[in-house]
């Protein structure tokens, strides 16, 4: 009878304990790795699965001695493809010995090295997208593999997943990231389908809110398998009422970027603007190797990027459209704005703003412009000077698929 009491006596103790340090037992999410939307660089958008570790290595090179990682690019994430398409006999994935000949390991140290972080990807089905082994039934296992190999980023897909509910699955997978004890950042690509926004703040870091990106302004592009991709306005404007759900830790993710890939400058340079406005993770989706001057300096705008940027971390909404241009705006810190003008028209259009007449009110945040109180001075960011003031009506002329984006500063 002592020894059963011994034993009661001691579980009691420890149900107790484990109920009074519960913050010790909780997993989820690791808190506080992604306050600014995340900068880095994803394979997928030109290469697919043609990855190898010479492309990591140049990518890795050129980001920091192009700027782009001075900048705020700091992540590099392989997407699909970067293993073989059976684990090994102990269940571990294996990372292509042929596209990694050094292995995994040594890449991720060669990208460390270089003062960059590194990502990998899979999905939450039983096969990846294009089909390699998936994550379904070796959460903990796959977790513990990418804890050792170092890994900073992980991006998880939602393909061949028949028969499991996306907030269970990415929530399995958010408590074995934690479990496995390193800080790894977790992005949750599952296409807006299941609404991650209303459940993903204590699961994941960001999460994708559309399907697929496609290098063009506004298009549908329909894919033989009876599924779309979408051009870059068609993702700003899909979703309604979520920006709320966004913010430091929690990022409605527009996807990776097309900046640079088949569309024209004006274009890129609109499609920077948005992601910078709906404060969405800023990933490049280009090869570094043939990129221009012009799509660099894109990519580098410094004053975009403070806004995409900005510690106050709210998305912008759209607030009017003028005869087809659409009026973007965003609450910055300090009192400050960011106002996009997006000529959405095939042909140029002429703009006459009268700040006088358009009080701007932000209904989720509680921010608030009001241009007959406070006189605001007005910086153009594309062309990086100082326009005057929003006392006077703002007018210019602006080209099919083109933006002007404004820093309004009290």
């Known amino acids: 009878m002592k020894k059963i009491a011994l034993l009661l006596a001691l579980s009691i103790f420890n149900f107790s304990f484990g109920q009074g340090n519960t913050h010790k037992q909780q997993a989820g999410k690791f808190e506080g790795f992604a306050m600014t939307p995340p900068m880095g660089w994803n394979s997928w958008n030109t290469f697919a699965t043609n990855i190898d570790e010479k492309l990591v290595k140049e990518t890795a090179d050129i980001m920091v ?8 690019y700091n992540y590099i994430v ?12 102990n269940g571990d994935l294996v ?37 390699y082994p998936g994550t379904r039934g070796y959460e903990y296992q796959d977790a513990r593999f990418y804890a ?13 997943t028949e028969g499991i509910t996306a907030k269970e699955a990415y929530t399995t997978m958010s408590n074995a990231l934690k479990t496995a004890g390193r800080p790894i950042v977790f992005s949750l690509c599952e296409w807006g389908d299941n609404q991650p926004w209303e459940w993903g703040k204590p699961i994941g870091n960001l999460w994708r809110i559309s399907g697929d990106i496609y290098p063009c302004f506004d298009c549908e592009f329909k894919h033989p398998e009876n599924w779309s991709s979408w051009g870059f306005m ?17 990022w409605n993710d527009f996807d990776m970027m097309e900046v640079g890939n088949e569309m024209n400058d004006t274009e890129d340079k609109t499609h920077f603007s948005m992601w910078c406005m709906l404060s969405s993770p800023l990933f490049t ?3 570094y190797r043939k990129m221009s001057k012009e799509t660099l300096a894109i990519l580098t705008n410094k004053e975009l990027i403070a806004v995409n940027q900005d510690k106050l971390g709210i998305q912008g909404f759209k607030y009017a459209i003028l005869d087809g241009v659409e009026v973007w705006v965003k609450p910055l810190s300090d009192g400050a704005w960011a106002v996009s003008f997006v000529n959405k028209a095939e042909t140029s259009k002429k703009i006459n703003f009268d700040w006088k007449k358009n009080t701007i009110k932000d209904v989720d945040f509680g921010y608030e412009a009001d241009f007959n109180k406070t006189i605001f001075k007005i910086k153009d960011l594309w062309k990086n ?19 002007i984006t404004l820093k309004l500063i009290p």
Request: charged letters at 30%.
């Open 95 to 131: 990372p292509d010995p042929e596209k990694f000949p050094s292995g995994m390991k040594a890449v991720i140290d060669y990208v460390h090295a270089k003062g960059l972080k590194f990502g990998l990807y899979n999905c939450a089905g039983t096969k990846t997208c294009a089909g």
């Open 65 to 72: 001695s192009s700027g782009l990682a001075a900048a705020g």
């Open 234 to 250: 068609k993702i700003a404007d899909m979703r309604k009422d979520i920006r709320k759900y966004s913010g430091p830790d929690h």
């Open 148 to 160: 050792k190999l170092g890994i900073d980023f992980l991006k998880y897909d939602w393909c061949n």
């Open 385 to 403: 000077k100082e326009i005057g003031n929003t006392k006077k009506t703002f007018t210019a002329e602006i080209a099919s698929h083109d933006v």
């Open 285 to 287: 989706g280009n090869d």
């Open 78 to 89: 392989l997407d699909d493809g970067w293993m073989t398409h059976e684990r090994d006999a």
